[in-house]
């Protein structure tokens, strides 16, 4: 299993106006990119910033979804709405256990 923790960094002022398509990004990756969750969020403390969090089967499935049709909008969209920071990880989840 592969884990992304994550988060972008927009003006505040611009978050209204991705709202949708951050909607539009998450149905159609829930939907088609056979992920095991995909989880946006935006931060209640810091104005502009939105978080992910997102597990993945393997590395091919990830790979897949970075390259699907639906990301092109999307990255378009991140561009117009003024990105000021993108901080990624990704995890190797090789096992896992609830707490």
Known sequence: MVVIIGALRFPPGSIARAR???EALVTATRA???C????VAE???DPGLI???ETWPDQATLDRHLQAPHMV???AAVDELGL???DFTVYDAGSSRKL
């Open 51 to 53: 978080r992910f969090c």
């Open 43 to 45: 931060d209640l403390f």
């Open 32 to 34: 088609k990119d056979g």
């Open 20 to 22: 949708p398509h951050l």
């Open 73 to 75: 909008p999307w990255r």
């Open 36 to 39: 095991l969750s995909y989880d």
């Open 84 to 86: 000021m920071g993108r």
